[in-house]
């Protein structure tokens, strides 16, 4: 059975590229009938903070991104992981090393002027030293040949050993480092998959050879290729992807930033649209391109757009007083109210910014956007032969084409300044259904009030 696992270290909130990564675990889990765990990698007591677990269990969970076990804790396996260090070192598989920072930075300044890549030189490797407090445990990197894994998204990946050093797996003050911490983790909850970004390959290499001398199978491997910025560079605070429950805050509809997140690297021939419940049949790693994807506001703007859409009218007047406390139901005909303005929203917000006309009067003025008298005149004969007709859509309708064509206008000659009279807006939905929602009191009042001076 596959397992995979998500393994943030709660150092910040959930951004998007951590969202996508969780995901798409969680999808390839789900695709084979696996399970998907979660692992707080919270090792670094200073960074670490509760308020940041909090934040990425309730992101993970508002993406419906539900782990099959309790989360497990890093910080909370410390022993374990010391005791298993101990344990390579008695195999030989690592030694006790003692070289001081001073000499470690010396070293490191020596190789930079030789122009060599700074490492650790295997000073201490063989000389068999017993380990006593306040040194380091160094893994024996095999000197070597090369480490390889096959991606299951990039393919044969192999690197000299020659590249490596004999990382520290124990440091000086008793605590496992985290390419000794994150192996000992996967190899304990049996994680068959490891899916992460692509800034992990090194870590992946040193991991295989841990894993190795732990005699552990060695899991699968994806790297996910980096989604980058609006700019094509990395992903950064102003492309908006600081803390997915931002999107929620701004009014992204969560189906709408799963689907989203989804084709940020994978695709399933020309379809655009997915629910979790269809992903989760058909999610394939193979289906991940292996180049960088790249963040685009609009086009997550237009699966918003698209999902509003797909909402009842009572489920869009629940979710916009869930994200901005205004009620539709408070407004005659708000159903059809929050239906139109969602025709041309990227959000939840924007329904509510947009909505004002309908739950105040604008009080416009034509003469304070147009001062042309023979507009006047032609508002208030249009405004004389409205008040005449029945208010339903069809003959509201059926009234403007004629009125249009008597007089021999253009729409945008009677429909721009009706639309900021009605509305205070200049991009406003169309006028019919304007008029047919408003109802016939309250378009009459607001056109007579703009003619008044
Ligand atoms: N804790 C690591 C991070 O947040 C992830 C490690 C992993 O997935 O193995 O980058």
């Not at 707080?40 to 969970?61: A, G, H, M, P």
């Not at 099959?68 to 030989?92: I, N």
């Not at 001062?371 to 859509?393: G, M, R, T």
Request: aromatic share 10%; proline share 3%; glycine share 6%.
């Amino acid at each position: 059975m596959e397992i995979t696992r998500f393994a943030p270290s709660p150092t910040g909130n959930l951004h998007l590229g951590g969202a996508r990564t969780a995901l798409f675990s969680y999808l390839f889990a789900k695709a084979n009938n696996g399970k998907f765990l979660l692992r707080f990698e919270d090792t670094d007591q200073e960074r670490s903070k509760e308020e940041y677990v909090k934040s990425i269990l309730n992101s993970l969970d508002w993406m419906k991104i539900k782990p099959d076990s309790d989360p497990v804790y890093q910080s909370h396996k410390t022993l374990q992981h010391k005791e298993l260090a101990f344990e390579l070192y008695e195999k030989g598989f690592a030694y006790a090393c003692d070289c001081s920072e001073i000499a470690l930075s010396k070293m490191r300044e020596e190789q930079i002027i030789k122009k060599q890549k700074p490492m650790y030189d295997g000073f201490n490797r063989d000389k068999g030293i017993d380990f006593s407090e306040g040194m380091v445990l160094r893994f024996k990197f095999p000197l070597d040949g090369e480490s390889r894994f096959k991606d299951l998204i990039l393919g044969d990946i192999s690197v000299s050993n020659k590249e490596f050093d004999d990382f520290i797996i124990l440091r000086s003050d008793g605590s496992p480092t985290y390419n000794f911490s994150a192996a000992v983790d996967d190899m304990d909850m049996g994680i068959t998959t490891v899916i992460r970004g692509d800034d992990h390959i090194t870590n992946t290499l040193k991991q295989i050879n841990v894993l190795d001398a732990l005699s552990a199978k060695i899991p699968n491997y994806a790297h996910l290729p980096m989604v980058l910025g609006e700019s094509g560079k990395r992903l950064s605070k102003r492309d908006g992807a600081e803390d997915i429950l931002d999107y929620k805050k701004n009014g992204y509809l969560n189906d709408a930033l799963i689907n989203y997140l989804v084709r940020l690297g994978w695709s399933y021939g020309e379809e655009e649209i997915f629910s979790l419940s269809e992903l989760v049949k058909i999610f394939n790693l193979a289906d991940v391109n292996s180049s960088p994807s790249r963040y685009s506001r609009d086009l997550l703007d237009w699966y918003n757009n698209k999902y509003l859409n797909f909402l009842t009218s009572d489920e869009l007047m629940l979710k916009v007083k869930e994200n901005s406390g205004v009620d539709f139901n408070k407004i005659d005909k708000g159903n059809l109210a929050i239906s139109l303005l969602a025709k041309g929203a990227n959000s939840l917000s924007q329904i509510n910014e947009e909505s004002t006309y309908f739950f105040e009067e604008p009080l416009i003025k034509l003469g304070s956007f147009n001062k042309d008298p023979s507009k006047k005149a032609l508002l208030l004969d249009f405004v004389s032969q409205l008040k005449k007709i029945d208010f339903d859509k069809k003959t509201i309708e059926e009234f403007i084409k004629n009125f249009l064509k008597s007089n021999n206008l253009k729409f945008p000659e009677l429909g721009k300044p009706l639309r900021v009279i009605l509305t205070g807006k200049e991009n406003a939905p169309s006028i019919s259904e304007l008029l047919f929602i408003l109802g016939k009191e309250t378009s009459l009042k607001r056109i007579e009030y703009s003619l008044n001076d």
